[in-house]
């Protein structure tokens, strides 16, 4: 373990490392100053060494004196927990309650004792070894917990991701509508549903194939993505072909221009589509439906009403908008 060795007499500073090489500590670094030890220290570098395990620091340093300097030290957060034994040639009334404010955990008087020096010597620098370990194992708990939270979010986006689009899947649609219908209620607010449906959907799947039907949903899923701007708008996969989107907020008039920006958004990716009776590209029947929540309907009346809207669609003639009349009560 590094021990730096602050003392202005290099005669003590050579007696001290001597005493410390016998009992088995080789690297003893000595500062004549204590401008020497702060640049030992890292501290006028902006980087602050932190491989100094032990400071022996003399009180009486020309210049800055050794409690002085021991809260620059310590008043360094990268240094706080380097253990500081005061060695000092006067054991004074005043100096000593001093030292151990300022941070010294420990003091050895000159001309030192042997054994007792070397036993605050390994009993600060077990001292450091606990503390280096309990915050290896507290960076080891953090990083585990960082892992976890990870590994949490992960888990919590597979949970509420359709795993072919992308977008969020039927049980996130479910507990988004009901939380933004408990809103808009609230609030007195109109809350608007979009279900879409790709023409011909069962055709394109047997004339590509299923790679092809997939590569063509998660298309169409990326296009209604860029069709919704706000942060609570949401798109899912409503099940099959079908998507849906709730728009909070929404007045049924606004919700037709989304409707129709799909439909048309849609149409402009010219996915090819052999089999579609109504176009040579993919198209999709949107149904609108909007309705300030109130007292005796349920959310689920409201996709059944956004969800008849776009059957009518279907029934006459599809890649078309259709807006539900009213949501049943």
């Known amino acids: 373990m590094s021990i730096l060795l602050v003392d202005d007499s290099r005669v003590v500073r050579l007696m001290l490392a001597e005493i410390l090489n016998e009992a088995g500590y080789p690297d003893i670094d000595p500062a004549e100053s204590v401008p020497a030890a702060f640049a030992r220290l890292g501290m006028d570098s902006g980087t602050p060494a932190t491989d100094v395990d032990l400071i022996l620091m003399d009180t009486a340093m020309p210049g800055m004196d050794g409690i002085t300097a021991i809260r620059h030290i310590l008043a360094v957060p990268a240094l706080q927990d380097t253990p500081i034994i005061m060695v000092t040639g006067s054991v004074s009334p005043t100096d000593l309650p001093e030292a151990f404010e300022a941070g010294a955990m420990d003091y050895i008087s000159k001309p030192v004792h042997k054994p007792e020096f070397l036993a605050r010597v390994r009993s600060a620098l077990r001292l450091k070894s606990e503390i280096d370990q309990r915050k290896a194992r507290e960076r080891d ?189």
Not at 275 to 288: A, H, L, M, R, Y
Request: glycine share 8%; net charge negative; charged share 20%.
């Open 141 to 329: 708990l953090i990083q585990a917990l960082n892992q976890l939270e990870t590994a949490n979010g992960l888990l919590h986006h597979a949970a509420i991701t359709d795993a072919l689009t992308g977008v969020a899947n039927r049980r996130e649609f479910d507990r988004v509508l009901a939380e933004e219908w408990g809103r808009a209620s609230r609030d007195g607010t109109s809350l608007a549903v979009l279900m879409i449906d790709i023409d011909f959907f069962k055709g394109y799947n047997d004339a590509y194939g299923h790679q092809g039907g997939d590569s063509c949903l998660q298309t169409v899923a990326r296009t209604l993505q860029g069709c919704v701007h706000r942060p609570v708008d949401l798109v899912a996969r409503y099940g099959g072909e079908e998507f849906s989107v709730i728009l909070p907020g929404t007045k049924l008039s606004d919700a037709k221009t989304v409707a129709y920006r799909v439909r048309a958004h849609v149409a402009s990716e010219e996915i090819p589509h052999m089999t579609s009776q109504i176009s040579s590209f993919v198209t999709v029947s949107v149904g609108v439906a909007a309705i300030v929540p109130r007292l005796g309907i349920e959310a689920q009346s409201l996709v059944a009403s956004a969800d008849k809207a776009l059957y009518q669609a279907k029934q006459e003639g599809r890649n078309r908008v259709r807006e539900a009349a009213e949501v049943p009560v």
